[in-house]
Nanobody, 124 residues
Framework: QVHLVESGGGLVQAGGSLRLSCTAS????????MGWYRQAPGKQRELVAR???????NYKDSVKGRFTISRDNAKNTVYLQMNDLKPEDTAAYYC??????????????????WGQGTQVTVSS
């Protein structure tokens, strides 16, 4: 099993910054991709940013230039630096990871493991 724990959410004024962290634990062999998603009330969960093991990144258009995703492979941790936050960024933010882990002596894939979420609220 792979467990993800997010931290770093909170309440901030528009224009402010927050840094989210997510650490994966378990019998992990390798995490191929890590990402951040968000879900606002009444809306579907959407991709915010993702990063591959080698550092290739992909962002939602509305956060480009404001958010930066990074990872520390040795710590199985992914970060999301969020600058110039806007009220429309308000949502629960979830971490996601895909890769391989050891189970019963064999490598098994884990797909779409999710954290519990961390709330980000941006006031105008």
């Amino acid at each position: 099993q792979v467990h993800l724990v997010e931290s770093g959410g909170g309440l901030v004024q528009a224009g402010g910054s927050l840094r989210l962290s997510c650490t994966a634990s378990g019998t992990i062999f390798r995490i191929d991709e890590m990402g951040w998603y968000r879900q606002a009330p009444g809306k579907q969960r959407e991709l915010v940013a993702r990063i591959t093991y080698s550092g290739v990144t992909n962002y939602k258009d509305s956060v480009k230039g404001r958010f930066t995703i990074s990872r520390d492979n040795a710590k199985n941790t992914v970060y999301l630096q969020m600058n110039d936050l806007k009220p429309e960024d308000t949502a629960a933010y979830y971490c996601n990871a895909q890769g391989q882990y050891y189970s019963g002596g064999y490598l098994q894939p884990f797909l779409g493991s999710w954290g519990q979420g961390t709330q980000v609220t941006v006031s105008s």
